[in-house]
């Protein structure tokens, strides 16, 4: 069994990880931590863990982490899993990050979106955790940068279409949905109850911050430059993630071209379903799964291509995807502990 640390185990993200690893076949959860709830059961925090999971949050120190657990899910705001990853690598530990500190090899921009980083030697060996375009780098690594939950939306349809230059990498925008749950659990206005229900807002317009990752991922797939126009929504849900992207095609293509170079690319490939034409996407099919599912319309009047992805933002878009970088790093099935079966309605 692989002893396993959830360091903040009380935010959004942090709790599902518990929620998947507590099932693991393969997986002792042995430490969780939590500042704020330092001394208290986790079911009392999430009652719904209540008969599951028994653990109760400890305040966050090194010596009892690497004690205890080989691989550690580092479930923190960003800029704090930067203190703490360095000496968790130096005592021979594994590391899945969830925040953005090691998701970018540049460290210049890194820093345009977030802040001054503290362990910029470290950005070269880490490895962006995108577990379907990355697989065999993940593997190896030791230190993993899981994605964001927009960039895993938008790049996995269309990393494989940019590889096979089936795309024109400079008309590439992506339109994304997110529920609420996406923007954590610590209190702010703008996700009151009240500023959220009946409503639909786009906000942080071609400046959100995870732009310069996405950017990082598509230039590395086309091979060139690449920056696409993102426009993020918040919508009054409390999980899921719907997103179109549109892209000028470079050559003529049919709907059997582009179904071809994603059933091809994901072949094999358990959590990526390429939906029929007749039954598109749709948050509510995936929600509680790591399942990516990944839509398409030709729009050959325009000579566009319209891309539709759905994903759980906090599943495949964090806390699902973590544990299936764990799965690769540790040599396991690619899908345990991440199989139950998807709420039909």
Known sequence: MIKAAVVGATGYAGAELVRILAGHPEVDLAMITSRQYAGERLDAVYPALAGQVDLVCEAYAIEKVVAVAEVIFMALPHKLPMAF??????AGKKIVDLSADFRFRDIA?????????????????????????YTEQIKTARLIGNPGCYPTSVLLPLVPLLQAGWLDPATLIA???????GAGRSLSLTTHYCEVHESFKAYKVAQHRHNPEMNAVLSDAA?????ITFVPHLVPMSRGMQTT???????????????????TYYKDRPFVRIRPDDLPSDSAHVRGTNFCDIGFRLDTAAKRLVLLSAIDNLVKGAAGQAVQNMNLMFGLDETAGLLPVPYPV
């Open 85 to 90: 990853v360095p000496d968790l690598l130096a």
């Open 109 to 133: 921009a890194y820093e345009s979106a977030y802040q001054p980083h503290s362990a910029p030697d470290l950005l070269q060996e880490s490895v962006y955790g995108l577990c379907e375009v």
């Open 175 to 181: 339109d994304s949905k997110s529920g609420v749950s």
């Open 223 to 227: 091979g060139a430059a690449v920056h």
């Open 245 to 263: 992207v549109y892209a000028n095609l470079k050559q003529k293509a049919s709907p059997d071209d582009i179904r071809t170079c994603l059933e």
